[in-house]
C-alpha cells in the first residue's frame, strides 16, 4: 500500500468551504481521477483519507494537508495533477510527496497566519499588536456547544506583528483593493484549547478596544513544526523529500553492488 501526502489551498469564494464540503469535492475528485483508493472496512466503506487540522470555515489557507492510501503505486506528482484538474479552482493541490516517514500529524504544530483588517489605520492596529504583546494574559470567550468558555490565548501566541496594506506577504488577497488597511502577520502554537485567528482579534478588542468595521480577511500562510532557533514554521513535507531523495540514491548504488 502506497501513502501519499497532499498540501492543498483554499482561495477567494472558497475560503467558505466547510471542511466537510471539501471532504465531499475531494472525494468527488478521487473519483474522477480514477485514483486506486484503499478502502476501509466494514458495512459501510469510505476511502483511507486522513485530514490534518483543517483551518476554519470562512478563512483562506496555502497550507492544508492530507494522507490517502493507494493500494497500487502512482508518481506523485502526477497524482498532483490529475486531482488539482478534477478540483474546483480555489481549492488547488500544490504538492504531492510519497509517505516515506511517520507522523505527519505531529509536525503540524504551528502556523502562520495573515489577517487583513480593512478600514482600520496601521498606526492603530500597531498600538493595539503593542498592548497585547505587553499582556501577561488575554482572556477571551468563545462559544462552544457547551456554552461560553473564557481562556488565555496569550501563551499560544508566538509572536503578533503589524504592517499595512493593500499588498499582502503570502497569497493573493480575498479583498484586492488599493486602500491602505491594517495587516497582522500571527505565529501561533497549536495548543488545547485550540487559539484561533478570531480570538486573538477578541483579545486586540479586549486589551486596546480594536474592533475592525468589517470582518478579517484571515489566510494560513504557512503550517508546519516551530523552529524554536530560527523562529520560524518549518515545511512538514520537507522529511519525506528528504527521505525520497535517500531511497532513490540508495536504489541505484544497491543495483550497482548486486552480483552479476
Same mark, same amino acid.
Given at each position: 500500500?502506497?501513502?501519499?501526502?497532499?498540501?492543498?489551498?483554499?482561495? +477567494?469564494?472558497?475560503?467558505? *468551504?466547510?471542511?466537510?464540503?471539501?471532504?465531499?469535492?475531494?472525494?468527488?475528485?478521487?473519483?474522477?481521477a480514477e485514483v486506486p483508493m484503499a478502502y476501509s472496512a466494514g458495512f459501510t466503506p469510505h476511502p483511507k483519507v486522513s485530514y490534518a487540522n483543517a483551518a476554519?470555515? +470562512?478563512?483562506?489557507?496555502?497550507?492544508?494537508?492530507?494522507?490517502?492510501?493507494?493500494?497500487?503505486?502512482?508518481?506523485?506528482?502526477?497524482?498532483?495533477?490529475?486531482?488539482?484538474?478534477?478540483?474546483?479552482?480555489?481549492?488547488?493541490?500544490?504538492?504531492?510527496?510519497?509517505?516515506? *516517514?511517520?507522523?505527519?500529524?505531529?509536525?503540524?504544530?504551528?502556523?502562520?497566519?495573515?489577517?487583513?483588517?480593512?478600514?482600520?489605520?496601521?498606526?492603530?492596529?500597531?498600538?493595539?499588536?503593542?498592548?497585547?504583546?505587553?499582556?501577561?494574559?488575554?482572556?477571551?470567550?468563545?462559544r462552544t456547544k457547551n456554552g461560553m468558555r473564557t481562556f488565555d490565548a496569550r501563551p499560544a501566541v508566538v509572536s503578533l506583528t503589524s504592517g499595512e496594506g493593500?499588498?499582502?506577504? +503570502?497569497?493573493?488577497?480575498?479583498?484586492?483593493?488599493?486602500?491602505?488597511?491594517?495587516?497582522?502577520?500571527?505565529?501561533?502554537?497549536?495548543?488545547?484549547?485550540?487559539?484561533?485567528?478570531?480570538?486573538?482579534?477578541?483579545?486586540?478588542?479586549?486589551?486596546?478596544?480594536?474592533?475592525?468595521?468589517?470582518?478579517?480577511?484571515?489566510?494560513?500562510?504557512?503550517? +508546519?513544526?516551530?523552529?524554536?532557533?530560527?523562529?520560524?514554521?518549518?515545511?512538514?513535507?520537507?522529511?519525506?523529500?528528504?527521505?525520497? *531523495?535517500?531511497?532513490?540514491?540508495?536504489?541505484?548504488?544497491?543495483?550497482?553492488?548486486?552480483?552479476?
Open positions: 500500500m502506497q501513502r501519499i501526502r497532499l498540501r492543498y489551498t483554499k482561495r +477567494g469564494r472558497l475560503r467558505f *468551504t466547510s471542511h466537510r464540503d471539501f471532504q465531499r469535492a475531494f472525494e468527488r475528485a478521487l473519483r474522477r476554519p470555515t +470562512g478563512t483562506g489557507s496555502e497550507a492544508e494537508y492530507l494522507e490517502i492510501a493507494l493500494t497500487a503505486a502512482r508518481d506523485p506528482q502526477k497524482l498532483r495533477a490529475l486531482l488539482d484538474e478534477s478540483l474546483p479552482t480555489g481549492l488547488d493541490i500544490v504538492d504531492a510527496v510519497e509517505a516515506r *516517514t511517520s507522523g505527519l500529524a505531529d509536525r503540524l504544530t504551528a502556523s502562520v497566519w495573515e489577517l487583513r483588517l480593512d478600514g482600520v489605520d496601521p498606526a492603530d492596529a500597531t498600538r493595539a499588536v503593542a498592548a497585547f504583546n505587553a499582556a501577561g494574559t488575554v482572556e477571551v470567550q468563545r493593500p499588498e499582502t506577504q +503570502g497569497a493573493p488577497s480575498d479583498r484586492p483593493t488599493d486602500r491602505r488597511c491594517a495587516i497582522l502577520r500571527l505565529v501561533v502554537r497549536h495548543v488545547t484549547p485550540a487559539v484561533r485567528p478570531d480570538d486573538v482579534l477578541s483579545g486586540l478588542r479586549a486589551v486596546a478596544d480594536l474592533a475592525p468595521p468589517v470582518p478579517a480577511a484571515v489566510t494560513r500562510l504557512a503550517q +508546519g513544526l516551530f523552529d524554536e532557533e530560527t523562529g520560524t514554521v518549518t515545511d512538514p513535507l520537507a522529511p519525506d523529500r528528504e527521505a525520497d *531523495t535517500a531511497h532513490t540514491a540508495a536504489v541505484p548504488s544497491a543495483a550497482a553492488t548486486a552480483p552479476a
